[in-house]
């Protein structure tokens, strides 16, 4: 499997004319340098997966980027069947495991994501990143085609997230996630999010509730909109007659449209960067250290001197 990330555009490209696609799929680009199709997917959708086999067979690609990062990249090697299983069985301990290495509150979010993706799973019987797993499985059977991770790292994204909150907005978020009460999802009703009118008033109800999501929104999707169309531009650098398939969730289709071709290594590094911890995060952390002090030394004391 050859993967890479941050894939670099080849002058000598062969023009190719424009050829059934699904509506959901569109041209980024269709000249003499490079064929590039966008697919706009939605994620535990199985129309979505063979939607990729469709433009594959159309296309045959020699290169396919799909809206990972190489700490998600064992979603291309998940066992469904495993996964499923998993999620009828995602209990604290494997809330724990999806923690460690983060700092409290984004190890915890990253945790709630996870969570999500299992509940999800086990709604609709259907594993997450499907479709990434066909561009996969389809990559392998196309002679010389690559595969490139688009994406920027999960923990960058949910730190960045996390650290653009203000103690307030945080507590807002974390009420919410912990609070609410999501609508039960079912297969038919899953195919509106390709419907950009129907994702648009869902956005707009959530940050009428929460309008601190309205932050968190701008670093999960706008952010990494330009980091995923400067990825999809480096990948139609470094392939030669570049026939480029990229993978995408919806949400993100409209963003790498407005953005590819104008994103610059400097325009994508400041995105890459941990902003300077604030100052609550720090003070929080102080307080809580502080308090386990007071309580251990509490215990001792209670304990020597009754």
């Given amino acids: 499997m050859e993967l890479k990330y941050d ?3 080849s002058e000598s490209a062969s023009y190719s004319s424009s050829f059934p696609i699904p509506q959901s799929a569109s041209f980024l680009q269709n000249d ?12 535990f959708s199985k129309k979505s997966v063979e939607e990729v086999s469709e433009i594959v067979n159309v296309l045959k690609p020699n290169a396919i980027l799909v809206e990972l990062c190489r700490q998600r ?37 990253h945790a709630m994501l996870l969570k999500t993706y299992a509940d ?4 609709l019987g259907v594993a997450p990143g499907g479709e990434f ?42 009420y919410h996630l912990t609070t609410a009460n999501p609508k039960p999802l079912d297969k038919q009703q899953l195919e509106r999010y390709k419907d950009k009118d129907f994702v648009q008033a869902q956005f707009e109800e959530i940050t009428r509730d929460v309008p601190a999501f309205k932050k968190i929104f701008h670093v999960f999707v706008d952010e990494r909109d330009k980091c995923l169309a400067y990825s999809i ?51 929080l952390r102080k ?20």
Avoid: W
């Fill in 73 to 109: 990249v064992s979603l291309l090697e998940l066992d469904d069947k495993k996964f499923l299983e998993d999620a009828k069985n995602f209990d604290s301990r494997k809330l724990k495991e999806a923690a460690k290495g983060q700092n409290f509150v984004s190890g915890m979010l």
């Fill in 287 to 306: 307080g809580l250290k502080l308090t386990f002090y007071f309580l251990i030394f509490s215990f001792f004391y209670r304990l020597i001197f009754g």
């Fill in 233 to 283: 531009q480096e990948c139609v650098r470094t392939v030669q007659k570049p026939r480029v398939l990229a993978v995408v969730g919806m949400g993100h289709v409209d963003g790498i449209a407005k953005y590819y071709g104008k994103m610059s290594q400097e325009d994508i590094v400041p995105l890459l960067l941990l902003p300077q911890r604030p100052m609550y995060s720090i003070l």
């Fill in 32 to 43: 003499p340098k490079a064929t590039v199709v966008l697919l706009g997917t939605v994620h």
């Fill in 133 to 174: 797993r066909r561009a996969y499985h389809e990559m392998k059977k196309i002679p010389g085609c690559k595969l490139f991770l688009g994406d920027r790292p999960i923990q960058i994204t949910i730190a960045r997230a996390f650290q653009s909150l203000s103690v307030y907005e945080l507590g807002q978020v974390l």
């Fill in 120 to 123: 999800i799973a086990k709604e």
């Fill in 7 to 9: 894939p670099i555009f």
